[in-house]
Protein backbone atom coordinates (compact mmCIF):
# COMPACT_ATOMS: atom_id res chain seq x y z
CA UNK A 1 0.00 0.00 0.00
CA UNK A 2 1.27 3.59 -0.37
CA UNK A 3 0.42 7.13 0.71
CA UNK A 4 1.66 10.34 -0.31
CA UNK A 5 2.98 11.93 2.93
CA UNK A 6 4.69 15.39 3.22
CA UNK A 7 5.15 15.14 -0.94
CA UNK A 8 6.56 11.84 -1.03
CA UNK A 9 4.90 8.66 -1.77
CA UNK A 10 5.68 6.21 0.82
CA UNK A 11 5.03 2.58 0.79
CA UNK A 12 4.00 0.33 3.96
CA UNK A 13 2.59 -2.82 4.84
CA UNK A 14 -0.69 -3.17 7.63
CA UNK A 15 -0.86 -6.75 8.56
CA UNK A 16 -3.04 -8.14 11.39
CA UNK A 17 -5.68 -6.83 13.87
CA UNK A 18 -4.67 -5.81 17.67
CA UNK A 19 -2.12 -3.34 19.14
CA UNK A 20 0.05 -1.32 16.77
CA UNK A 21 3.55 -2.30 16.63
CA UNK A 22 5.56 -0.13 14.04
CA UNK A 23 8.97 -1.30 12.88
CA UNK A 24 11.62 0.64 10.97
CA UNK A 25 14.23 -0.89 9.06
CA UNK A 26 18.02 -0.51 8.86
CA UNK A 27 20.37 1.63 6.39
CA UNK A 28 20.70 0.95 3.30
CA UNK A 29 17.61 -1.93 3.30
CA UNK A 30 13.63 -1.51 3.34
CA UNK A 31 10.84 -2.85 5.17
CA UNK A 32 11.01 -6.65 4.08
CA UNK A 33 13.57 -6.91 6.57
CA UNK A 34 11.04 -7.34 9.04
CA UNK A 35 9.24 -10.04 7.28
CA UNK A 36 9.83 -13.07 10.05
CA UNK A 37 8.27 -10.89 13.11
CA UNK A 38 5.32 -9.18 10.78
CA UNK A 39 4.07 -12.83 9.81
CA UNK A 40 4.66 -14.22 13.23
CA UNK A 41 3.20 -10.99 15.13
CA UNK A 42 0.27 -10.43 12.89
CA UNK A 43 -2.01 -12.79 14.44
CA UNK A 44 -2.14 -11.14 17.35
CA UNK A 45 -0.88 -7.27 16.86
CA UNK A 46 -1.49 -5.30 13.85
CA UNK A 47 2.07 -5.16 12.83
CA UNK A 48 2.90 -2.18 10.15
CA UNK A 49 6.00 -1.28 8.22
CA UNK A 50 7.74 1.17 6.51
CA UNK A 51 9.53 2.26 3.74
CA UNK A 52 11.22 5.31 4.60
CA UNK A 53 11.31 7.62 2.06
CA UNK A 54 14.85 6.32 -0.61
CA UNK A 55 14.21 2.68 0.08
CA UNK A 56 12.10 -0.14 -1.38
CA UNK A 57 8.90 0.50 -3.03
CA UNK A 58 8.88 4.81 -1.31
CA UNK A 59 10.08 7.50 -3.65
CA UNK A 60 13.51 8.58 -3.43
CA UNK A 61 13.68 11.99 -3.81
CA UNK A 62 16.88 13.63 -5.09
CA UNK A 63 17.20 15.26 -1.87
CA UNK A 64 18.88 15.75 1.80
CA UNK A 65 16.79 14.35 4.90
CA UNK A 66 17.19 14.54 8.82
CA UNK A 67 15.84 11.93 11.56
CA UNK A 68 13.05 14.57 11.92
CA UNK A 69 11.76 14.39 8.38
CA UNK A 70 11.90 10.03 8.90
CA UNK A 71 9.74 10.77 11.83
CA UNK A 72 7.47 13.43 10.78
CA UNK A 73 6.75 10.52 7.41
CA UNK A 74 5.92 7.90 9.88
CA UNK A 75 3.81 9.92 11.63
CA UNK A 76 2.36 10.78 8.75
CA UNK A 77 1.59 7.43 7.79
CA UNK A 78 0.13 6.52 11.02
CA UNK A 79 -2.06 9.25 10.81
CA UNK A 80 -3.22 8.38 7.70
CA UNK A 81 -3.98 4.58 9.70
CA UNK A 82 -5.79 6.23 11.80
CA UNK A 83 -3.27 4.96 14.58
CA UNK A 84 -2.98 7.44 17.72
CA UNK A 85 -0.10 5.17 19.95
CA UNK A 86 1.66 2.87 18.87
CA UNK A 87 4.70 0.28 20.07
CA UNK A 88 7.52 0.76 17.90
CA UNK A 89 11.14 -1.58 16.27
CA UNK A 90 13.53 -0.17 15.00
CA UNK A 91 16.88 -1.39 14.25
CA UNK A 92 20.28 0.40 13.62
CA UNK A 93 18.58 3.51 11.74
CA UNK A 94 15.18 2.62 12.30
CA UNK A 95 16.39 3.53 15.72
CA UNK A 96 18.09 6.59 15.34
CA UNK A 97 14.37 7.71 13.78
CA UNK A 98 13.03 6.21 17.05
CA UNK A 99 14.72 8.90 18.75
CA UNK A 100 13.87 11.53 16.83
CA UNK A 101 9.59 10.47 17.05
CA UNK A 102 10.23 10.08 20.58
CA UNK A 103 12.14 13.29 20.97
CA UNK A 104 8.78 14.63 18.69
CA UNK A 105 6.07 13.28 19.72
CA UNK A 106 6.57 11.04 23.05
CA UNK A 107 2.79 11.03 23.28
CA UNK A 108 2.36 8.67 20.07
CA UNK A 109 4.99 5.85 21.53
CA UNK A 110 3.50 3.36 23.87
CA UNK A 111 6.52 1.69 23.72
CA UNK A 112 10.13 1.14 22.43
CA UNK A 113 12.31 -1.47 21.31
CA UNK A 114 15.85 -0.36 20.53
CA UNK A 115 17.44 -2.95 18.39
CA UNK A 116 20.92 -2.88 17.25
CA UNK A 117 21.43 0.64 17.75
CA UNK A 118 23.74 3.67 19.48
CA UNK A 119 22.45 6.79 21.35
CA UNK A 120 25.27 8.65 20.77
CA UNK A 121 25.77 11.00 17.16
CA UNK A 122 28.65 10.61 14.81
CA UNK A 123 32.06 10.98 15.81
CA UNK A 124 33.96 13.34 13.16
CA UNK A 125 35.55 10.22 12.10
CA UNK A 126 32.00 8.45 11.38
CA UNK A 127 31.37 11.77 9.71
CA UNK A 128 33.91 11.79 7.12
CA UNK A 129 33.74 7.98 6.28
CA UNK A 130 29.59 9.01 5.65
CA UNK A 131 30.96 11.24 3.08
CA UNK A 132 33.50 8.83 1.82
CA UNK A 133 30.60 6.55 1.23
CA UNK A 134 28.32 8.50 -0.12
CA UNK A 135 30.83 9.60 -2.89
CA UNK A 136 31.24 5.43 -3.47
CA UNK A 137 27.72 5.53 -3.67
CA UNK A 138 27.72 8.15 -6.22
CA UNK A 139 30.32 6.91 -8.46
CA UNK A 140 30.46 3.50 -7.98
CA UNK A 141 26.60 2.10 -7.15
CA UNK A 142 24.66 0.13 -4.86
CA UNK A 143 27.02 -2.71 -5.54
CA UNK A 144 29.92 -1.24 -4.26
CA UNK A 145 27.88 -0.21 -0.96
CA UNK A 146 26.88 -4.26 -0.80
CA UNK A 147 30.23 -5.31 -1.04
CA UNK A 148 31.28 -3.18 1.82
CA UNK A 149 28.44 -3.86 3.83
CA UNK A 150 27.82 -6.92 3.71
CA UNK A 151 30.96 -8.43 6.09
CA UNK A 152 29.80 -5.82 8.81
CA UNK A 153 26.24 -6.72 8.70
CA UNK A 154 26.82 -10.55 10.07
CA UNK A 155 27.65 -12.80 12.84
CA UNK A 156 30.51 -15.40 11.92
CA UNK A 157 28.27 -18.23 12.33
CA UNK A 158 25.71 -16.19 9.83
CA UNK A 159 28.63 -15.85 7.08
CA UNK A 160 29.46 -19.20 7.79
CA UNK A 161 26.45 -20.60 7.22
CA UNK A 162 23.42 -18.75 5.93
CA UNK A 163 24.41 -17.92 2.02
CA UNK A 164 20.84 -17.57 1.12
CA UNK A 165 20.65 -14.89 4.10
CA UNK A 166 23.47 -13.17 2.94
CA UNK A 167 22.16 -12.84 -0.98
CA UNK A 168 18.76 -11.54 0.27
CA UNK A 169 19.98 -8.66 2.09
CA UNK A 170 22.56 -8.13 -1.01
CA UNK A 171 19.75 -7.68 -3.26
CA UNK A 172 18.14 -5.24 -0.36
CA UNK A 173 21.21 -3.35 -0.72
CA UNK A 174 21.29 -3.50 -4.09
CA UNK A 175 18.05 -2.17 -5.02
CA UNK A 176 18.17 0.69 -2.67
CA UNK A 177 18.85 3.93 -5.29
CA UNK A 178 21.65 5.91 -4.83
CA UNK A 179 19.71 9.01 -4.28
CA UNK A 180 18.54 7.09 -0.75
CA UNK A 181 21.82 6.24 0.02
CA UNK A 182 22.98 9.27 0.16
CA UNK A 183 20.97 11.02 1.55
CA UNK A 184 20.34 8.89 4.63
CA UNK A 185 24.19 9.19 5.15
CA UNK A 186 23.24 13.17 5.22
CA UNK A 187 20.50 12.26 7.58
CA UNK A 188 22.89 10.15 9.87
CA UNK A 189 26.02 12.64 9.86
CA UNK A 190 23.71 14.95 10.93
CA UNK A 191 21.52 13.46 13.65
CA UNK A 192 21.94 14.82 17.06
CA UNK A 193 23.15 13.27 20.16
CA UNK A 194 20.48 11.87 21.86
CA UNK A 195 22.05 10.78 24.88
CA UNK A 196 20.52 13.08 26.88
CA UNK A 197 17.20 12.32 26.20
CA UNK A 198 17.55 8.49 27.41
CA UNK A 199 17.44 9.72 31.21
CA UNK A 200 13.69 11.12 29.72
CA UNK A 201 11.99 8.06 28.46
CA UNK A 202 9.41 7.32 30.41
CA UNK A 203 7.73 4.66 28.45
CA UNK A 204 8.66 0.53 28.88
CA UNK A 205 11.93 0.27 26.63
CA UNK A 206 13.70 -3.00 25.57
CA UNK A 207 16.89 -2.91 24.05
CA UNK A 208 17.83 -5.67 21.50
CA UNK A 209 21.58 -6.39 20.40
CA UNK A 210 23.23 -9.06 18.76
CA UNK A 211 26.29 -10.84 20.91
CA UNK A 212 28.58 -10.29 17.82
CA UNK A 213 27.33 -6.82 17.05
CA UNK A 214 30.58 -4.92 15.24
CA UNK A 215 28.50 -1.85 14.04
CA UNK A 216 26.89 -1.03 16.85
CA UNK A 217 28.31 -3.20 20.02
CA UNK A 218 26.39 -4.69 22.72
CA UNK A 219 28.43 -1.71 24.96
CA UNK A 220 26.44 1.05 23.07
CA UNK A 221 23.35 -1.02 23.94
CA UNK A 222 24.18 -1.27 27.56
CA UNK A 223 25.11 2.30 27.76
CA UNK A 224 21.50 3.10 26.97
CA UNK A 225 20.00 0.80 29.23
CA UNK A 226 22.20 2.07 31.68
CA UNK A 227 20.36 5.51 31.35
CA UNK A 228 16.82 4.86 30.40
CA UNK A 229 14.74 4.10 33.30
CA UNK A 230 13.63 0.64 33.79
CA UNK A 231 14.98 -0.68 30.44
CA UNK A 232 16.86 -3.62 29.85
CA UNK A 233 19.33 -5.33 27.12
CA UNK A 234 18.41 -9.07 25.61
CA UNK A 235 21.45 -9.85 23.59
CA UNK A 236 20.92 -12.58 21.17
CA UNK A 237 24.11 -15.11 20.43
CA UNK A 238 25.15 -16.39 16.91
CA UNK A 239 23.72 -12.73 15.77
CA UNK A 240 25.18 -9.74 14.19
CA UNK A 241 23.96 -6.07 13.15
CA UNK A 242 20.78 -7.86 11.43
CA UNK A 243 20.01 -9.39 14.87
CA UNK A 244 16.10 -9.78 13.64
CA UNK A 245 17.66 -11.62 10.35
CA UNK A 246 19.85 -13.64 11.65
CA UNK A 247 18.41 -14.96 14.61
CA UNK A 248 14.25 -14.41 13.70
CA UNK A 249 12.91 -16.98 15.58
CA UNK A 250 14.85 -15.72 19.18
CA UNK A 251 14.33 -12.07 18.18
CA UNK A 252 10.48 -12.22 17.84
CA UNK A 253 10.18 -13.91 20.84
CA UNK A 254 11.98 -11.47 22.56
CA UNK A 255 9.73 -8.39 21.24
CA UNK A 256 6.81 -11.15 22.20
CA UNK A 257 7.34 -11.28 25.82
CA UNK A 258 8.04 -7.23 26.09
CA UNK A 259 4.74 -6.83 24.08
CA UNK A 260 2.88 -9.35 26.33
CA UNK A 261 3.91 -7.22 29.75
CA UNK A 262 2.75 -3.77 28.14
C1 LIG B 1 22.27 0.76 9.82
O1 LIG B 1 22.32 -0.48 9.86
O2 LIG B 1 21.18 1.35 9.80
C2 LIG B 1 23.57 1.51 9.78
O3 LIG B 1 24.64 0.62 9.82
C3 LIG B 1 23.65 2.52 10.89
C4 LIG B 1 24.91 3.33 10.84
O4 LIG B 1 25.65 3.30 9.85
O5 LIG B 1 25.15 4.09 11.81
Not at 18 to 39: D, S, Y
Request: aromatic share 6%; hydrophobic share 45%.
Amino acid sequence: MTVTINGVTLAYSDQGQGKPIVFLHAFPVNRTMWEPQMNALSHTYRTISIDLRGHGESDAPLWRSTMKQFADDVIGVLDHLSITQATFVGLSMGGYVLFALYRNYPERVAGLVLADTRAQADTEDTKAGRMAMAQVAYHQGAEAIAELMLPKLFSPATLATKADLIQTVRCLITSTKVSGMVSDLMAMADRPDATDMLATITCPTLIIVGQDDVATSPSESQFMADRIPHAHVEMIPDAGHLSNMEQPEAFTDIVKSFLKKL
